[in-house]
């Protein structure tokens, strides 16, 4: 079996991305989808990203988690797939595609990909922590001491624990820096570690921060890891509509599998 393949990141999630075009991967092989992601063994990645043609809409995306499943939306991953079919010609600068949590518009300004999310009707506010559905589960709590905080060991407990248990969930700890600043850094479900970015995690953060009163802006910058993103949105009577997501997407290199 031979292929072409693409690597993607945005903000230090990095993606393997595939033309699936003429459907000639196979989409049920987890463990294929697994060795492509690992970072010993095989290419080295967060997730693994399919592009197909779609009867209406620019394209499809089909996103895979590192550990071989199918998952919920990747924001990054969305960005980084509009970076991708716009090398492949299939758009220019703006287009509209389907993920699996519904349609995503983009706009793309050089190596600046700004995706529109999904609406967000409802936030659970917490004691300690506020979580949401940003197109993926997000569990959001405020920490001061981010440098030292063990993110696998304290992610890892909350991403299984009450109330999440087996669905369970991706855990952002956040900092405050300014009024629309936030430090975020993020365990991610389906890679189970700390990623250097996570795109509707940041998101989540942005809705979270706005909500429980952290910040009064419309316009939020996170600081990831990997790098800033940005999200802009609009709130009345606490549902969360045109939400935008900004940031980098770069091709990082191709090759060829072949095993």
């Known amino acids: 079996m031979e292929f072409t393949f693409y690597k993607y990141q945005g903000t230090g999630n990095d993606f393997v991305m595939i033309d699936n075009r003429q459907l000639q991967f196979d989409k049920n092989n987890t463990k294929l989808v697994s060795n492509l992601c690992n970072r010993r063994f095989g290419i080295g990645a967060d997730g693994l990203i399919l592009l197909e043609d779609h009867p209406e809409w620019d394209f499809k995306m089909v996103y895979y988690n590192a550990d071989g ?91 299984y624990g009450q109330p999440y248990n087996q669905s369970g969930t991706n855990v952002n700890f956040v900092k405050k820096l300014s009024e629309d600043v936030f430090k975020v850094r993020t365990y991610e479900r389906g890679v189970e570690d700390e990623t250097l970015s996570c795109g ?16 009064k802006s419309h316009l939020v910058s996170l600081e990831t890891e990997g790098g800033q993103l940005q999200v802009s949105f609009k709130e009345e009577q606490g549902i969360y509509r045109d939400i935008w997501l900004m940031g980098p997407a770069v091709k990082v290199f191709k090759g060829i599998w072949t095993c």
């Open 69 to 159: 499943n199918e998952s919920s939306m990747c924001g990054n991953g969305g960005r980084c797939i509009a970076a991708f079919a716009k090398q492949l010609e299939i758009i220019q600068n703006k287009a509209t595609f389907e993920a699996i949590d519904g349609l995503h518009h983009v706009i793309i300004d050089k190596n600046m990909i700004k995706l529109q999310m999904q609406d967000v009707l409802s936030i659970e506010n917490h004691q300690q922590y506020v979580f949401l559905n940003t197109g993926s589960p997000h569990h959001v709590q405020l920490e001061n001491n981010l440098i030292n905080l063990p993110i696998k060991e304290v992610g890892s407990r909350i991403r």
């Open 200 to 215: 509707t995690g940041v998101t989540a953060v942005a809705l979270a921060m706005f909500e429980t009163g952290q910040t």
